[in-house]
């Protein structure tokens, strides 16, 4: 997409939100993504489609907290669909949240009804439940610890501690005293996490195969429960993850589970920073830890995005970097 005469001239898109968290799942319009695999259609969707990216999840049709999430064809015979979550600066491998808005959806297309689903994604094949509740259990991607208590120097902070993580994203995950975990302080944790992960990419830190740690992840305890935690998740775009964060509960579960805090089957509540709720465990196959995320999401709109060629925004913009 390389200016305004390439857009489609409209996008149907779902809206919905999940524990607070907004998805953005488009369902029509969007141009045939080529690829044979989750991972070339995600790749073809990078190199070929960013400024559509850009307009439909960014402003003025959109905000920085917007998931978007592009319905593609299964490549797999027992998918439903495929997905490509994108988001103000890029494409995601997996979104919990998302993908949690995403069975929602299809339920409201009629697509699917009660029971269990797979879905494909670029970093794999996901199982869904949606329940009769309207509750949706999602069956993540294989989720580790990557390195326990790694040290990094950060500007104004000091020495933080903090584990790696994968849980579909790549995490640092870190609970600091001083500052509390609630909306009041929204300002101070944006600056807190972002200065962590501009010092781990400074300090070479990574997640497995050198990849970037684009998630940074803070922790306390939540009154009331032994086995929960109260969260802030910065995501990759400079935007604050108002869900407890699907792939961050994960990767959570994961260290938790190294460090001898939690069993398998075990359930675990986490607790956004605006007070949504996942409820999670994990399942072993074989040697693999497989996190189960159950929340809840709520269709929020059924619009068409529409594209005049004159509209000097017709590509959105964003100021995150």
Same mark, same amino acid.
């Given at each position: 997409?390389?200016?305004?005469?390439?857009?489609?001239?409209? *996008?149907?898109?779902?809206?919905?939100?999940?524990?607070?968290?907004?998805? &953005?799942?488009?369902?029509?319009? =969007?141009?045939?993504?080529?690829?044979?695999?989750? $991972?070339?259609?995600?790749?073809?969707?990078? @190199?070929?489609?960013?400024?559509?990216?850009?307009?439909?999840?960014?402003?003025?049709?959109?905000?920085?907290?917007?998931?978007?999430?592009?319905?593609?064809?299964?490549?797999?015979?027992? %998918?439903?669909? #495929?997905?490509?979550?994108?988001?103000?600066?890029?494409?995601?491998?997996?979104? #919990?949240?998302?993908?949690?808005?995403?069975?929602?959806?299809?339920?409201?297309?009629?697509?699917?009804?009660?029971?269990?689903?797979?879905?494909?994604?670029?970093?794999?094949?996901?199982?869904?439940?949606?329940?009769?509740?309207? $509750?949706?259990? *999602?069956?993540?991607?294989?989720?580790?610890?990557?390195?326990?208590?790694?040290?990094?120097?950060?500007?104004?902070?000091?020495?933080?501690?903090?584990?790696?993580?994968?849980?579909?994203? =790549?995490?640092?995950?870190?609970?600091?005293?001083?500052?509390?975990?609630?909306?009041?302080?929204?300002? %101070?944790?944006?600056? *807190?996490?972002?200065?962590?992960?501009? %010092?781990?990419?400074?300090?070479?830190?990574?997640?497995?195969?050198?990849?970037?740690?684009?998630?940074?992840?803070?922790?306390?305890?939540?009154?009331?429960?032994?086995?929960?935690?109260?969260?802030?998740?910065?995501?990759?775009?400079?935007?604050?993850?108002?869900?407890?964060?699907?792939?961050?509960?994960?990767?959570?579960?994961?260290?938790?589970?190294?460090?001898?805090?939690?069993?398998?089957?075990?359930?675990?509540?986490?607790?956004?920073?605006? #007070? #949504?709720?996942?409820?999670?465990?994990?399942?072993?196959?074989?040697?693999?830890? *497989?996190?189960?995320? &159950?929340?809840? @999401?709520?269709?929020?709109?059924?619009?068409?995005?529409?594209?005049?060629?004159?509209?000097?925004?017709?590509?959105?913009?964003?100021?995150?970097?």
């Amino acid at each position: 997409m390389t200016d305004a005469s390439h857009f489609p001239g409209s *996008i149907r898109v779902i809206d919905s939100h999940t524990e607070g968290e907004p998805t &953005r799942v488009v369902v029509d319009g =969007w141009p045939p993504l080529a690829g044979a695999t989750m $991972q070339e259609m995600r790749a073809d969707f990078l @190199a070929r489609h960013d400024r559509l990216r850009t307009a439909v999840v960014c402003e003025p049709r959109g905000h920085d907290a917007i998931v978007g999430a592009l319905l593609t064809p299964a490549v797999s015979a027992d %998918a439903v669909a #495929g997905v490509v979550f994108f988001n103000n600066v890029g494409a995601l491998g997996m979104c #919990g949240h998302g993908l949690i808005g995403v069975v929602r959806t299809l339920a409201h297309l009629g697509r699917i009804g009660t029971g269990t689903v797979k879905i494909d994604t670029p970093v794999g094949q996901v199982g869904a439940e949606l329940h009769v509740s309207g $509750q949706v259990t *999602i069956r993540n991607v294989t989720s580790w610890l990557h390195a326990r208590d790694v040290r990094v120097d950060v500007p104004g902070l000091g020495e933080v501690i903090g584990d790696v993580a994968y849980g579909g994203n =790549w995490f640092f995950l870190t609970h600091l005293d001083d500052v509390a975990l609630d909306l009041v302080n929204l300002l %101070a944790l944006n600056d *807190i996490t972002l200065r962590i992960r501009s %010092a781990l990419a400074a300090q070479g830190i990574t997640g497995g195969d050198g990849e970037e740690i684009d998630h940074i992840e803070l922790y306390g305890p939540l009154d009331g429960t032994d086995l929960g935690a109260r969260n802030f998740v910065m995501c990759p775009g400079g935007a604050y993850d108002r869900s407890p964060c699907g792939t961050g509960t994960s990767a959570k579960l994961a260290a938790m589970y190294a460090r001898g805090d939690l069993a398998v089957g075990e359930q675990f509540v986490q607790q956004s920073v605006t #007070g #949504g709720t996942f409820t999670a465990w994990l399942s072993q196959d074989g040697n693999d830890l *497989i996190p189960h995320i &159950r929340g809840r @999401a709520f269709i929020t709109g059924d619009s068409t995005l529409l594209f005049d060629a004159a509209d000097p925004f017709v590509g959105g913009f964003t100021a995150a970097h």
